[in-house]
């Protein structure tokens, strides 16, 4: 399914993502928007890279360092060789299935620009929103080493992802959004598959370890205020 959305080749995004945890808005994260520094030009410059620049950067990460459990894995090896072919077959169904419903070139070229080109730019901008905006905006209500933040507005586009300040903080959960009312479709379809045998060992945060990552504890938080108020008092 990566594959067919045109995410790249298995092991290297794998590969990245891992250095990207390791390093996370520090030297080493292949993209941070702090790359350049925190002046406002700097992090313009910083947005771009982390949005899009870095994956014409010439320095890739180095996958036998990063992914050697995935290159050991003959079907994941296989699946990531295989990216050019999924991109392709990827780009040519809704041509194909446009064109025979409505049987014409013009069907089929249309489908081509809405189902393929415009469908796959549209994600692409979402994926690498995760990695420039929510690396410089949003609330940050869970401590992480790095400057991941929670944005509500693109909760439902990018299926939970941009949750990402809880990702950040407890990255092996399954679920993202993790505080009431957070919209988290990608952990919904984990729990099916769950459900359906397809998924196992999943791990779903619980109340306790949600309050170990929280930067501000709930109950002394409600002291201090009352102890203020007692001062102003
Ligand atoms: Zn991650
Ligand atoms: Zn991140």
Redesign the pocket.
Known sequence: MGSLAVEGPLVRWVADHRK??KF?DAEGDPHSPWRYGETVPALMKGLWWAHVGWMFDQEQTPQQKYAPDLIKDSAVRTISRQFVLWTTVSLLIPPFVGGLVTWSWQGALSAFFWGSLVRVALLHHVTWS??SI??AVGKRPFKSR?R?GNVWWLAVLSCGESW?NL??ADPTSARHGVLKGQLDSSARIIRWFERAGWAYDVRWPNADRIDAKRTVEKAPEKNVEKESAAHAA
């Open positions: 990207h945890h996370s995760i990695n929510c690396h790095d991941s990402h990702h950040h």
